[in-house]
């Protein structure tokens, strides 16, 4: 049985509109692999790709961006190349 707050959560939730962007996850694996770099790509680079392509404020993406390379780092789906620069491992 759902409180009346929950049902109205609930029905908000089903209003909500479908979100059309990818997660910046997505984004920062399909920035790796567009950049191309050899010996990795720094958090900046990424960033300012990010920032380029889909016409967003560096900063603003700065922090996410950060926080999308510490969970691909956590759950494998990237690697650290050297120093402060990140390699997606199906690119090589």
Known sequence: ??????????????????????????LVVNAIRRLQDVQGSTSREISNYISQEYNVPSEEIKRQVQFALRRGLSYRIL???????FDSPSSH
Do not use: N
């Not at 759902?2 to 997505?26: G, H, I, N, Q, S």
């Not at 690697?79 to 620069?85: D, L």
């Open 1 to 26: 049985m759902y409180t009346k707050y929950a049902k109205e959560y609930l029905l908000k939730l089903v209003d909500m509109p479908v979100r059309r962007t990818p997660k910046v996850e997505a």
């Open 79 to 85: 690697k650290r190349s050297k120093g402060y620069e």
